[in-house]
């Protein structure tokens, strides 16, 4: 599609890459560390590594109608299934896939943007503003963009202005957790979604973006998350 370090498009392999590296270096299973390195040490205790799709009670249900265009379902007929316990074994590298609360989410917020795990060089790293105008529209790539103020990439997180943030969109549910270094403001919301809000393929948008945007605006007036006019 494009020669490599011309341009990007979102992908999960090179988390499933980077974790298969981190347990041959370290001889540890993925979710060991996590656990060690990460959970533990933040000290956020309704953050699990289930082995099956259950999640701990109480759950927040979701519904969705995202398998409508996969499995042929006429856009007449009415689509919209349970999907809070679908498998997300197939989205990230074992043990790397955690359900969570919206405390940990706060808590995970601030420790990203702040660097609390990282040393300083390390953090500048991760948060820094060094893809900015990289990347570009290409055919058949329907995420690929040039990296500017509203939406670029830092290392394992998303940068829109001057808020640091990832916003997961799965199965039904959608999050974001945010954090504005200046300001030491944090965010967290999540989202379930109605019938209404998937389109006639079953397309959806993370709602969790408008959500933490409102907020955002809100909480700092003079420094809101940008958004395209």
């Known amino acids: 599609m ?3 370090g011309t341009n990007w498009d979102y992908s999960h392999t090179n988390y499933v890459i980077l974790a298969q590296a981190l347990e041959k270096i370290t001889g540890k299973r993925m979710a060991t560390l996590m656990q060690e390195n990460i959970v533990l040490p933040l000290g956020l205790k309704d953050t699990d590594n289930p082995p099956t799709a259950v999640i701990r009670a109480p759950v927040l249900h979701a519904f969705s109608s995202e398998r409508r265009e996969p499995l042929g379902i006429d856009v007449s007929k009415r689509f919209y299934e349970e999907s809070t316990y679908w498998n997300p074994s197939w989205t990230l590298a074992e043990g790397a896939i955690q359900t969570t ?28 503003p060094s893809l900015m105008g990289f990347g570009h529209p290409a055919p058949g790539c329907r995420t690929c963009h040039t990296l500017d103020k509203f939406f670029s990439y830092g290392l394992g997180v998303v940068l829109k202005g001057s808020w640091i943030l990832q916003n997961p969109l799965f199965g ?15 965010v ?6 109605g019938e209404k809000s998937f389109d006639e393929q079953g397309g959806i948008k993370n709602h969790s973006d408008d959500l933490f945007a409102a907020v ?10 940008p958004a395209r006019r």
């Open 2 to 4: 494009f020669e490599p």
């Open 172 to 186: 039904g549910y959608s999050a974001v957790e945010a954090y504005l270094p200046s300001k030491k403001i944090a």
């Open 188 to 193: 967290a919301v999540a989202a379930t979604f």
């Open 216 to 225: 955002g605006a809100h909480l700092a007036p003079d420094d809101p998350p």
């Open 101 to 128: 609360n919206i405390y940990d989410l706060t808590a995970t917020a601030i420790a990203v943007g702040t660097g609390s795990l990282l040393s300083p060089e390390s953090h500048h790293a991760q948060v820094g």
